[in-house]
């Protein structure tokens, strides 16, 4: 119970939305409460501007000021705050998976004119599968949005979660007149540009109060009092055993960009959320309480600027206290390592730390030591599991242009795949590798690394697979027959996991329904339970 207090006074976690819905606003206004920075616009230059899609090296740049607000550290009410950023740009989803098994709790933040998007749903895939618990803000109600039953009926069910409304809307667009908390039962009226402590609330004890007929008007207050009434009978209070357990996801109306309904979802969070949790390792379940360190990588973000080639791995800390220059065990290369230089992060400026909690995460100065999933303990030998890595979306064959310098190129696309920047297929009865991506552009920065680091020059050679499988089976011959008869489509990753590579979802579906004896799995784990 050493670190009791120091885990209960810790939040970790990220917000997560498709492009565009908000994060970055919503972000920067959770660190004005913080007091973490001081001016609104501070945290803009995180984004990835679109116009930059095509021009991978700048990029980077922006990427590398993004390391800085990897994580954004601050203290509001009492609690230390560890928000962990998310790149918004769709072909670094990955990162964005990963960053999410690094967290205890997420917000989701939905655009109220566009409703569920592509990433929107994808996230919340990862999280589903971790069962991590998920408040939801609706955001930009200062604009025309879908109907608001409609909207939550669409999240639902598109997100297949469950909704418990914690504030409820008055009209949208220019008519928006604010919301209705559902719990504290009273109405805050909506003004652009509200300094949280200027709000104008009204406290009602009886939504029949006529008040709200002076403040709404009589046909808004009537529609208030009908919703209410018709949400109220389904909720009741929220039952916050449910939300840890991800069975049901709070949900927020406001405008980011008008810090309206901000407030009163961090007050909440602040509340509700999570506190760093026990985690699954391969051996066993680690207290988080336990007076030994433990912890895992999660990320790792290379720098391109030749004059600044340094690479950070983040580390989640799961137990204990990580001290600085203490020799911790690296289990993988099973060698002792150390840190005279770990950072934490604390809004835009990177600073070093002495130590640091369970829930903390610790950016550590790496020479290509650690790959994502990678174990720091005081000598025991685990992993921690629930690390997943999902199916790449193009897929191209690897095409030496100098096998002169086929040793570098090896060595390249082991320390790249190590890094999370792509996976790595080869494919059976032949030396073929494939490189698996999510996005275009990491074939842009493979191809500039593998040439600017390693000297090794490729070419790529585009694939017509869509997806990637991994096999398993109870009856190890099946998983044979079915491999040696389809040689062009199947391979091994890079840990020797059998692949099926399917052309499209029909051939997919063919192969599911003709092969009962084998699973098909659309994830496979970095690290599995024995
Ligand atoms: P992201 O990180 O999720 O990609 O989104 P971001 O916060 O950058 O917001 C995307 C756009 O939506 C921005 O406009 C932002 O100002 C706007 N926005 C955020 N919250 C609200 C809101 O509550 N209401 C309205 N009407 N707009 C909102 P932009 O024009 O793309 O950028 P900027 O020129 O404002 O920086």
Same mark, same amino acid.
């Given at each position: 119970m050493k670190y009791h207090d120091e885990i209960t006074h810790r939040r970790t976690f990220a917000i997560i939305s498709h492009p565009d819905a908000g994060k970055t606003t919503l972000t920067e206004k959770f660190l004005l409460f913080g007091g973490a920075i001081q001016v609104a616009g501070a945290v803009k230059s995180n984004k990835i501007k679109k116009s930059a899609t095509s021009d991978f090296m700048e990029i980077e740049r922006q990427r590398g000021i993004s390391v800085a607000t990897s994580v954004m550290s601050f203290e509001y009410q009492d609690i230390l705050i560890n928000l962990l950023d998310t790149p918004g740009? $769709? +072909?670094?989803a990955e990162d964005t998976f990963r960053t999410l098994t690094a967290v205890d709790s997420v917000i989701l933040v939905v655009d109220s004119v566009n409703g569920v998007e592509e990433q929107t749903r994808r996230l919340m895939e990862v999280c589903r599968m971790r069962d991590t618990p998920v408040i939801v803000f609706i955001n930009k109600m200062d604009r025309d949005g879908k109907n608001r039953f409609d909207l939550l009926e669409e999240i639902e069910k598109e997100l297949n979660i469950s909704l418990h409304p914690m504030t409820w809307p008055i009209n949208s667009g220019k008519d928006f007149k604010g919301v209705y908390n559902l719990s504290d039962k009273n109405l805050r009226l909506f003004a652009a540009n509200t300094k949280a402590d200027e709000e104008d609330t009204l406290n009602i004890t009886d939504i029949n109060d006529p008040v709200l007929e002076t403040r709404l008007g009589t046909q808004d207050a009537a529609t208030l009092r009908e919703d209410v009434e018709l949400v109220d009978g389904v909720n009741g209070a929220l039952n916050v055993a449910d939300y840890l357990a991800a069975k049901v996801s709070p949900v927020f109306f406001g405008s980011a960009i008008n810090n309206f309904g901000v407030k009163e979802m961090l007050d909440t969070f602040i509340r509700i959320a999570p506190v760093p949790l026990s985690r699954e390792t391969t051996q066993r379940k680690v207290d988080v309480e336990e007076e030994k360190l433990s912890g895992f990588i999660f990320k790792i973000h290379a720098n391109l600027d030749p004059k600044h080639r340094d690479r950070i791995a983040f580390f989640r800390v799961c137990s204990g206290r990580f001290e600085r220059n203490k020799y911790y065990h690296h289990v993988r290369l099973d060698k002792e390592v150390r840190f005279s230089n770990p950072y934490s992060f604390m809004a835009r400026d990177k600073s070093i730390i002495q130590d640091a909690y369970a829930g903390d995460v610790v950016g550590l100065f790496d020479t290509g030591n650690f790959k994502i999933g990678d174990t720091l303990t005081e000598g025991e030998d685990f992993y921690f599991t629930g690390i997943p890595s999902f199916s790449p979306e193009i897929f191209k064959e690897v095409i030496n $242009? +100098?096998?002169? $310098?086929t040793k570098q190129l090896e060595k390249g696309l082991l320390q790249l795949t190590d890094e999370g920047v792509a996976q790595l297929f080869t494919q059976f009865g032949g030396t073929k590798k494939i490189i698996g991506c999510v996005g275009e552009l990491q074939f842009e920065v493979i191809q500039y690394r593998l040439l600017h680091e390693y000297g090794a020059s490729v070419e790529f050679r585009a694939l017509p697979f869509y997806k990637a499988c991994w096999l398993t089976s109870k009856d190890p011959k099946k998983l044979e027959e079915f491999t040696k008869f389809k040689l062009a489509n199947s391979g091994e990753d890079k840990d020797g996991n059998v692949v099926y590579l399917a052309q499209s979802e029909w051939f997919l579906n063919t192969e599911i329904t003709n092969n009962p004896d084998i699973e098909f799995h659309y994830s496979s784990e970095i690290h599995k339970q024995d």
């Open positions: 740009h $769709k +072909d670094f $242009k +100098d096998p002169l $310098k």
